[in-house]
Nanobody, 125 residues
């Protein structure tokens, strides 16, 4: 299982952000993909989770409706788009995967077994 995030960098506040998570080494339908982030001095927090087989996406309240998850199943890539980026959105963003059947919980951080290396987002004012 391999997950590679990309799309981080410097982002002006108030603009939009698009991150990619390229998945390989597993069948996407068999896993739940999660997006998480960790800001400086902050515990890693969940943003959204997605299941292609269930056609199900859940979003956390952290980003108050500013996040949208989309996919390109042919490319096995899951995207995270965030609108109206704010200074407090600066963080390292991770995608993660867990087997779809390994938990009753859909988006619990501790259930995710495989993690990408993360992509850092810096927000400029």
């Amino acid at each position: 299982v391999q997950l590679v995030e990309s799309g981080g960098g410097r982002v002006p506040a108030g603009t939009s952000l698009l991150l990619s998570c390229a998945a390989s080494g597993f069948i996407l339908d068999d896993y739940v993909i999660g997006w998480f982030r960790q800001g400086r001095g902050i515990e890693r927090e969940g943003l959204a989770c997605f299941s292609s087989l269930e056609d199900r996406t859940e979003y956390s309240e952290v980003t108050r409706g500013r996040v949208t998850v989309t996919t390109d199943l042919a490319k096995k890539t899951v995207y995270l788009q965030m609108s109206s980026v704010q200074l407090e959105d600066a963080a390292v963003y991770y995608c993660a995967a867990r087997p779809r059947t390994n938990s009753f919980h859909f988006c619990r951080k501790t259930d995710f077994q495989f993690w990408g290396q993360g992509t850092r987002v810096r927000v400029t004012s």
